[in-house]
């Protein structure tokens, strides 16, 4: 590993200035729990590191409608945030499960995002909540949604000037209820399914979100599964045929690449598996929240 | 303008004042153990897994083997050789030697490290909580279930012996 130069600007404008001005050769690095290993294997050698401790991004706000998570909030520190734990649980428990505790006191939201790495729930949880990715350059910003900012393995359309400054996530709307299961080998998430269910006064779902993540290069939503579970009665008979059919959905839809560890073939078995578990917890959910 | 690459860092090591200049690339591992002979802190995998390196950060946990020393610029750092100065650390330590927690020993300096961390933030962390907390850190010689019984001695529970096989229930 050489010797980089440590730059902490004290505005966005500032940072990026910086980028703009030392282009491939500058790298972000807000906790460095992915960036320092990759430098100490040679796969990232730049000259300078653009730090955003400086930048006041650690804050998490209420706004109209949404919860704005700055991007450079620990993951233990949202996860362990009782804001974040009322307003999203779902995303707190995707939080508290990333790798180690301490990856977890370093490592950063915006950081996960923008490395794109596949193995990652909180990007599914995130594009299952229709979170948005906050960009800016100091004189302009920029909104993008979670699912359309991540592009591919360790891929995303931040421009190179950019600095994501935070995740915009929606409140989810009343009467709705989540669920979440998860393939773990080790620390890496291997298969993560969530789901959301809307569900309307007279007790059948309005609104169904499935989301597959880890699987493949990005998280997908899969909405002809969706589409199964809308209309359908959360205490119903329908139910027996459609949870087993949207999870084959979820399982013969989601994009699942051969790795190492796991094959394609196998990922999606785990899929089938844990889209039932997920849309089930969610309608147990749904129930208890429809009894209140 | 490229940037400084001899970080000046102040900082505060076992509770003793270190002011000083490091290269911007130094991990703090190697700050701790050749600068400061801190050898207590293991390199074990050297990617950040197995918790061996662990030390506390402005009182959280870190892998120092893929931490930048330039970043305890105005935290406080610790490692098991000032462990003994406080209470819950001295009762940690005990609680491990009590237990036999330890075999070969080079998981036990950032098995010690986590354990403190976790009385710190959740003295009142369940059997459960333990068992999650400690398991980011890896013990070769499988020496886990007198750990998990020393970390709950440290956190001032009494006896009982948390390290047991579950059974096949429900």
Same mark, same amino acid.
């Given at each position: 590993m050489r010797p980089f130069g440590l730059l902490s600007p004290e505005t966005v404008e500032e940072a990026a200035a910086l980028l703009e001005e030392f282009g491939d050769e500058a790298v972000i690095c807000a906790g460095g729990t992915e960036l320092v290993l990759l430098l100490k294997f040679g796969l990232a050698d730049p000259a300078v590191l653009v730090r955003l401790d400086r930048l006041g991004l650690d804050g998490i706000e209420q706004a109209e409608g949404l919860l704005?998570?700055?991007?450079?909030?620990?993951?233990?520190?949202?996860?362990?945030?009782?804001?974040?734990?009322? /307003?999203?649980?779902?995303?707190?428990?995707? +939080?508290?499960?990333?790798?180690?505790?301490?990856?977890?006191?370093?490592?950063?939201?915006?950081?996960? #995002?923008?490395?794109?790495?596949?193995?990652? &729930?909180?990007?599914?949880?995130? %594009?299952?909540?229709?979170? %948005? /990715? %906050?960009?800016?350059?100091? /004189?302009?910003?920029?909104?993008?949604?979670?699912?359309?900012?991540?592009?591919?393995?360790l891929s995303t359309s931040r421009r190179d000037e950019e600095v994501l400054v935070a995740v915009e996530v929606p409140h989810p709307p009343p009467r709705t209820a989540g669920g979440y299961a998860r393939f773990v080998i080790g620390e890496r998430p291997n298969v993560v399914v969530g789901c959301s269910l809307e569900v309307d006064p007279s007790g059948a779902i309005s609104r169904a979100r499935l989301v597959v993540g880890c699987a493949g290069?990005?998280?997908?939503? #899969?909405?002809?599964?969706? &589409?199964?579970?809308?209309?359908?009665?959360?205490?119903?008979?329908? +139910? &027996?045929?459609?949870?087993?059919? /949207?999870?084959?959905?979820?399982?013969?839809?989601?994009?699942?690449?051969?790795?190492?560890?796991?094959?394609?073939?196998? $990922?999606? $078995?785990?899929?089938?598996a844990l889209s039932r578990r997920s849309v089930s917890s969610a309608l147990e959910r749904a129930r208890e929240l429809s009894v209140r | 303008m490229i940037g400084e690459h001899e970080i000046r860092i102040d900082t505060e090591v076992n509770g003793a004042a270190v002011s000083t200049t490091v290269p911007s690339h130094l991990l703090l591992i190697d700050f701790l153990r050749d600068r400061l002979e801190l050898t207590s802190v293991k390199r074990g995998c050297d990617v950040e897994v197995c918790g061996a390196c662990t030390v506390l950060v402005g009182g959280l946990p870190v892998s120092s083997c893929c931490y930048l020393t330039a970043d305890v610029d105005g935290k406080s750092v610790q490692t098991c050789e000032g462990m003994g100065a406080t209470p819950e650390g001295a009762r940690l330590q005990d609680a491990f030697l009590e237990h036999g927690a330890l075999q070969c020993g080079y998981c036990t300096p950032g098995m010690l490290m986590a354990a403190l961390s976790l009385v710190r933030r959740s003295p009142d962390a369940s059997d459960e909580e333990i068992r999650q907390y400690m398991s980011g850190?890896?013990?070769?010689?499988?020496?886990?279930?007198?750990?998990?019984?020393?970390?709950?001695?440290?956190?001032?529970?009494?006896?009982?012996?948390?390290g047991q096989a579950p059974t096949r229930a429900s």
């Open positions: 704005r998570l700055g991007a450079t909030v620990t993951h233990s520190g949202a996860s362990g945030s009782s804001v974040v734990q009322a /307003a999203l649980p779902l995303v707190a428990t995707a +939080l508290s499960n990333i790798a180690n505790p301490r990856v977890r006191a370093v490592g950063t939201l915006g950081g996960n #995002i923008c490395f794109a790495e596949p193995h990652s &729930d909180l990007s599914a949880l995130f %594009v299952l909540h229709e979170a %948005v /990715a %906050v960009l800016s350059t100091g /004189a302009e910003e920029r909104r993008v949604e979670v699912g359309d900012f991540l592009t591919g393995t290069p990005t998280p997908v939503r #899969i909405p002809a599964a969706e &589409d199964l579970l809308c209309g359908v009665a959360i205490d119903g008979k329908e +139910l &027996d045929t459609a949870i087993p059919e /949207a999870a084959a959905t979820c399982a013969a839809r989601c994009e699942a690449h051969d790795e190492d560890d796991l094959s394609g073939w196998y $990922k999606r $078995k785990l899929v089938q | 850190n890896l013990c070769r010689c499988t020496g886990y279930s007198k750990i998990v019984d020393a970390v709950r001695t440290g956190l001032g529970r009494g006896p009982g012996r948390v």
